[in-house]
């Protein structure tokens, strides 16, 4: 946080420069003046979500679904060091969460510093939606590295790091359960523009949030209500093209972080780029052939994560790209990567596409990230339902309704009660949601990870260790996580 605090803060050793009086500054007093500058601040805060593909590629890495792949050992050593569960406070990748995460609490928070400045007819909206931003960053923020430092409505500024201390965890869910409840009240059930927060999407999350804080009454009221009442969503019935460009911002996507390919970027500066980079980072190797496009090789599905699925479960064919059966197939080729494991996260691998697109194509993919699904909704709604003993057959039913989806038949619904279908709920998130960057949370906020990633370390792994660099800036106010 305090390098991205120190990023707009220009020095120099001329002193006729020092001395000159600034022409311009960004502050209160002229910005916040009109509707359209409080729409550019939120566009700004929106612009963060984009960087959110390092997330999803850690949260894969780091769980059992998949290894980090690449070239070789030396590949980007900071997913190397969180597959074998070894990083460290010295970890760029890491460090890249915290710093985009707080990035985007920092301008939703701006906004929200000066949410009373100027009236105009749709500010309540705009004001939720920097709600809803801070809340997501803010969740982000505590699954990742636990109690962070927090300023309310307020942006931080050089010297907090040393007075502001780090909330706990209890607080951190507590301001996210604020600010999405504060939003929900005022966002629109439809979308004013693709992408845009939608009361639904503010709903889903606070039910996630719910979950995630064990108040499994809430969440599941919570849910509730987004499915019946406020409604909207379905289930995308073919299941294959859910994660094609045709399918973006379908019936069945409840919030999407918005890509595209028309601004370039290269590995100086990842986040620059407006397309999805987890795309190329997944894209096999060396790759020529039909429909899709050459990647980094990273982020390999496992054997024993394939095996997870069903006979006849839809989904499998559509989740993991069995390289050596395409090229069989097909007549594709392709090289072999570290880790290889013959398996690709075939959600968000890149697609064929124009040679026109800018920059690097493997860093500028279009392809949308589906950052809360109904399906998803539908498997938190019957988690809550069930740990909090309220009702075990409409658990049942939203679980059953995403199986009969997967299998295209009611034969393969489940029928058990109390901690079995608990146990049938949590492999149904894993399959459904493989390769989409929920399965190491899922298996730390219900106590299962140490048992299921190799290298786990409980009291220590279940959160990621504060970067070295903001440990050291905040001169001993912020204690390092157990362990690191």
Known sequence: MALSIMSGVATSCSDDFVD???PYSLGADNYFNNEEEYNKALIAAYDILQSTYVNVLLGEIASDNTAAGGESANDVIGFQQVDEMIHTPVNANVKNVWDWMFAGVNRASYILEFKDKTD???KPQVIAEARFLKAYYQFELVKWFGGIPMKQDARFVLGDE???PRSSVEEVYASIENDLILAIADLNPTPAQKGRVTKGAAQALLGKVYLYDEKFDLAA???EN???VTGGYSLVQDYDSLFEEAQENGLESVFEVQYTDIEGAGFGCLQCSEGNVAVGFNGPRNYSGPKFSSGYSFNVPTQEAVNTFEAGDKRKDVAILDIA??????GATYGV????????????IPRTRSANAAGDLNLTNPNNYRAIRYADVLLMAAEAYNRGNIDDAKARGYLNEVRRRAFGDTN?????????LTSFIWAERRRELLGEGHRFFDLVRTGRASIEIDGFSSNKNEVFPIPIEEIQFSAGNWKQNPGY
């Open 226 to 228: 987004l499915i019946t």
């Open 325 to 330: 059966a395409w090229a069989t197939a097909t």
């Open 412 to 420: 393969h619904d489940i029928a058990g009660t109390g901690s079995t």
């Open 120 to 122: 105009f007819p749709n």
């Open 221 to 223: 009221q919570t849910l």
């Open 162 to 164: 040393k007075t502001i």
């Open 20 to 22: 000159r009086e600034i």
């Open 337 to 348: 990567g570290y880790k290889h494991t013959g398996f690709f996260n075939r959600k968000y």
